[in-house]
């Protein structure tokens, strides 16, 4: 069974930074391919950023240059660095993982970024 735990977030001012961990289990980042999506209220869930189990990566325009998404495969975990944040980035941020070979999909439970005007 896959698990994914998000941690990190936070109340930040503007222009201010954090960094999210997705903590998973029970599989390696070697088979899966991990997301990073956010939702805000009133929003549709949209993707921030990708990590594929070869360590591609992919970014939404809206953070590009701005946030970064790594792994570190051996304590199986995807973390996500958040610069320059502004009130635009307020959301619910969820880890999304893929096992490559079957696509079954995993969600975590959301961690909660809010920056203040």
């Known amino acids: 069974q896959v698990q994914l735990v998000e941690s990190g977030g936070g109340v930040v001012p503007t222009g201010g930074s954090l960094r999210l961990s997705c903590a998973t289990s029970?599989?390696?980042?070697?088979?899966?391919?991990v997301g990073w999506y956010r939702q805000a209220p009133g929003n549709q869930r949209e993707l921030v950023a990708t990590i594929t189990n070869v360590g591609s990566t992919n970014y939404a325009p809206s953070v590009k240059g701005r946030f970064t998404i790594s792994r570190d495969i051996g304590k199986g975990t995807v973390y996500l660095e958040m610069n320059s944040l502004n009130p635009e980035d307020t959301a619910v941020y969820y880890c999304n993982a893929a096992i490559v070979i079957t696509r079954a999909v995993y969600w975590g439970q959301g961690t909660q970024v809010t920056v203040s005007s």
């Open positions: 029970g599989i390696s980042l070697n088979v899966l391919t």
